[in-house]
């Protein structure tokens, strides 16, 4: 049984895509990396969607994840945010599924329940759990990166059990798993 797994947890957003790496030996968490994907300047949606697919792609590439964790969008009630949301968090979860590496969505209260006990806690009390926890030398400006660190520390807390979302481990998870969704 392998002993250590890299995670990359990702905060899809089409102003800032949030992600963090930890890498996992036996059940101790070791911070691997944070940042953030800055979309605000970009004025065209489908090119913010292009740009979530190619970094997440060299993420994978590059720090050869076993597991991706995201955090669902949260429902709100501008449609068109939802919209814009769905897609960004699609096409990270594609670029995944399309390197067949098992993606698990988790709702923000199960992030933040993970992490600080209180599934109503502020993106900062996020932070500062996330600093104590992995011994983070400094936080970021934007909070996003830490969203995404947050998921990742929430899917090892969960051991990767399915646990109040969705895992799917390659396209044929997903599509038997979404069978209604999908055109044949």
């Known amino acids: 049984m392998k002993t250590e797994k890299i995670i990359l947890g990702i ?35 489908y090119l913010k969607l292009k740009l979530i697919f190619e970094r997440t792609i060299e993420l994978i590439d590059t720090y050869k994840p076993d597991e991706i964790a995201l955090e669902a969008p949260f429902f709100g009630k501008n449609v068109q945010s939802m919209l814009k949301l769905g897609r960004a968090q699609g096409v990270a979860m594609a670029a995944g599924l399309s390197r067949e590496i098992p993606v698990t969505e988790y709702a923000p209260l199960k992030i933040k329940m993970a992490i600080t006990g209180n599934g109503k806690s502020s993106k900062e009390q996020v932070a500062m759990m996330l600093k104590s926890l992995l011994n983070l030398k400094e936080l970021p400006k934007n909070l ?24 799917y481990t390659g396209w044929a998870a997903f599509v038997k798993q979404n069978e209604k969704r999908v055109e044949k």
């Open 11 to 45: 905060d899809p957003g089409t102003t800032i895509m949030g992600f963090g790496i930890i890498k996992v030996v036996g059940k101790k968490m070791e911070f691997v990396q944070m940042n953030e994907l800055l979309l605000k300047k970009y004025d065209d949606h």
């Open 144 to 167: 996003d990166a830490t969203d995404g660190l947050a998921a990742a520390v929430c899917h090892h807390y969960n051991s990767g059990a399915k646990v109040g979302g969705k895992n």
